[in-house]
């Protein structure tokens, strides 16, 4: 296939529908409707107290203030298990892993693909080092446990780095995809960042985080069952999960034990797994975005569980994203679309394909950029505390699409 043939397809094929469009408004209105559900109607439950063995130290209150904070930054820790499992996946899962990762794998091989080895690791090591702690203290955020460990300085350094390091990565999520959603609709990437941006903000900073949870729950499995549905009909197609690992041999993809010790070498065994292991360590077990979660689930066990679920979650998405690179790379191994400038390689073979769900592949490459760390323990009045908690929450998504807006 020549270059003039491939862009020739891009502009045939990779244009939205009607149906695709409706999809895409449709979950837009679905995220906004979740927040708007659970700040007005579903609200003012009463939180559960912890079953801890410090359940009756006196020295620290746990309600977080007031009952209507507990609500709004926790859900009263009355949330299930599955949702939050869900959420927690996708607080790693977006846009950036279902193009990057099959871009990964396409291009250098499948060592990167022992990752899940890691995630697995990293399931033990936080359930059994970290969660206890936590709830054993009963704090609502990790920054909460070093103002009590060390002190409030430490506490606001903390915040104000996570908050840093939030505002430069979170445009990164969003611009991704939206350079995917640009190249089959013509839309300005810096208007479909700012409405993906201001959904967010809306829903987030009404409903607190029942409704991200939530929302993050259906729209992961949304974009699960989209991909698997890509996955299968391009597998059907070639002939099998035979043929495409034959030909990701005779390609060289099929790396796994890649044992060389230089650091200079982009994939090996020992820094998917060791690094891997602790980048998913650090990530999981004090990172506000993950142990909010955690807390707002009513006693250890049911956090627990929902590591157990989130840790099964990732590691058949990531496996799921690696076998989509094979599949791509089965197709165009000797014809790359890379060389052609089409970067987005599992949206193009879900377009090849003619997938009755290419509207859902695409419309659901979107970030997972629902964060509502509690940073402070405001010493207010309720009200005053729990609008300051949604004020955080808006002020902190208008730096991360003016950052967006700068890409």
């Not at 977080?64 to 507990?70: E, I």
């Not at 903390?158 to 990164?172: C, G, Q, T």
């Not at 190249?183 to 607190?208: D, E, F, P």
């Not at 627990?304 to 191994?333: E, K, M, N, P």
Request: with cysteine; glycine share 8%; aromatic share 14%.
């Amino acid at each position: 296939m020549s270059h003039k043939t491939l862009k020739y397809a891009e502009y045939s094929q990779f244009h939205f529908s009607i149906a695709d469009y409706c999809v895409f408004v449709g979950m837009l209105l679905l995220s906004t409707g979740t927040g708007i559900y659970f700040g007005y109607i579903r609200k003012n439950i009463k939180p559960v107290k912890p079953t801890t063995n410090l359940e009756m130290n006196k020295h620290k209150e746990p309600d977080f203030g007031s009952k209507a904070m507990s609500e709004y930054l926790l859900g009263s820790r009355r949330l299930k298990v599955f949702p939050v499992a869900m959420s927690l996946v996708a607080s790693y899962i977006s846009g950036v892993t279902m193009l990057g990762v099959p871009s990964e794998i396409y291009s250098y091989g499948t060592q990167y693909w022992l990752i899940i080895v890691s995630v697995i690791l990293m399931a033990f090591v936080v359930s059994r080092v970290y969660l206890p702690v936590f709830t054993a203290l009963n704090v609502g955020s990790s920054y909460e446990y070093l103002e009590m460990r060390f002190s409030s300085s430490v506490r606001s350094i903390a915040s104000f780095m996570f908050v840093m390091d939030e505002i430069f990565f979170l445009p990164i999520i969003l611009y991704v995809p939206a350079i995917a959603f640009n190249q089959v609709t013509g839309v300005n990437i810096y208007v479909i960042s700012g409405i993906i941006c201001v959904v967010c903000v809306i829903y987030t900073l009404i409903g607190g985080i029942k409704a991200v949870v939530h929302t993050d729950a259906w729209q992961t499995l949304v974009m699960f069952v989209a991909l698997v549905v890509v996955v299968i009909l391009g597998t059907i197609a070639a002939g099998g999960p035979g043929p495409v690992f034959k030909h990701a041999s005779e390609g060289g993809r099929l790396i796994f034990f890649n044992i060389t010790p230089s650091l200079y070498e982009r994939q090996s065994f020992w820094a998917v797994l060791i690094g891997g292991f602790t980048y998913w360590t650090a990530f999981n077990s004090v990172n506000q975005t993950m142990v909010q979660r955690y807390m707002s689930l009513p006693t250890l066990k049911r956090s627990q569980h929902s590591i157990v679920i989130f840790t099964l979650g990732v590691v058949l998405f990531l496996s799921v994203c690696c076998f989509a690179g094979l599949l791509v790379f089965d197709f165009y191994r000797n014809c790359d679309p890379l060389n052609a400038g089409l970067i987005s390689l599992i949206l193009f073979l879900s377009t090849e394909r003619r997938s009755v769900t290419t509207h859902l592949c695409y419309a659901n490459c979107w970030p997972s950029t629902r964060h509502t760390g509690s940073l402070y323990r405001w010493r207010f009045w309720r009200r005053v505390k729990l609008t300051l908690g949604r004020t955080q929450c808006n002020g902190f998504g208008i730096p991360t699409g003016y950052r967006a807006w700068q890409f």
